[in-house]
């Protein structure tokens, strides 16, 4: 039971490219979200997934796309990479109202 | 969005003294939780409140869901070097299947041996 896996751990991109992270779990949890953390600002809801096929917006929403085609995986997409999405992003799943959350990317863009 | 107050921000303290943090927020919560995060690695879970007024102890820490349902806090007793890392608390709103938390802003402890 590996819980939540997130990969990959570390990335740099460019301005303007894209790329996608992604993140996987193993406990058949129906909710999953995407949260990035800056300094100073706690975690902050990007997108989230209420089960396969339904996904809605958090708090900090623009520049990032998201799919939930099965109930294991919800990748996140950065369609074309800006210099403020640089930080550290963590999937997490719900089971019970308990999120769990995986590693984390740490992500640098130039 | 909405906003969860914790604090303190940052604490310095003496190994084997208790340690007090809390979180205050203008809206009712259904459940408070409290995580830990180590340097490089994502929250764990530390302790999860259910009901106003319900006290949970794991451990040497022990934290309170507050009677109003908009504030929470969480202590430590006898702190030891490895309760280094930032703590948040993320209160839920539970509803129509959705689990979405909103999280404080940490509180950063350093335990000096």
């Known amino acids: 039971n590996a819980g939540v896996t997130q990969t990959p751990k570390f990335q740099v991109l460019k301005t303007g490219q894209s790329m996608t992270l992604q993140c996987a779990q193993d406990?058949?949890?129906?909710?999953m979200s995407w949260y990035r953390q800056d300094p100073g600002m706690g975690l902050r809801l990007i997108h989230y997934?209420?089960?396969?096929?339904?996904?809605d917006q958090g708090e900090v929403p623009n520049g990032y796309n998201v799919s939930r085609s099965t109930t294991e995986d919800f990748p996140l997409r950065l369609l074309s990479a800006a210099p403020s999405q640089t930080s550290v992003y963590f999937c997490?799943?719900?089971?019970?109202?308990?999120?769990?959350f995986g590693p984390g990317t740490r992500l640098t863009v130039l | 969005g909405q906003q969860l107050n914790q604090s303190p921000q940052s604490m310095f303290i003496q190994e084997g003294e208790d340690v007090s943090m809390n979180c205050t927020s203008s809206?009712?919560?259904?459940?408070w939780l409290w995580y830990k995060q180590d340097p490089g690695e994502g929250p764990v879970l530390l302790i999860a409140?259910?009901?106003?007024?319900e006290l949970t102890s794991n451990g040497r820490l022990t934290a309170q869901f507050g009677i109003t349902r908009k504030d929470s806090f969480l202590n430590i007793s006898a702190s030891i070097p490895s309760d280094v890392g930032i703590y948040f608390c993320?209160?839920?709103?539970?509803?129509?299947?959705?689990?979405?938390?909103?999280f404080g802003k940490g509180t950063k402890l350093s335990v000096i041996p």
């Open positions: 809206s009712i919560f259904n459940t």
């Open positions: 993320a209160g839920q709103r539970s509803g129509a299947g959705s689990y979405q938390l909103t």
């Open positions: 406990m058949n949890h129906e909710y």
């Open positions: 997934s209420v089960g396969a096929g339904i996904t």
């Open positions: 409140l259910y009901k106003a007024g």
């Open positions: 997490a799943s719900s089971g019970q109202s308990i999120e769990f």
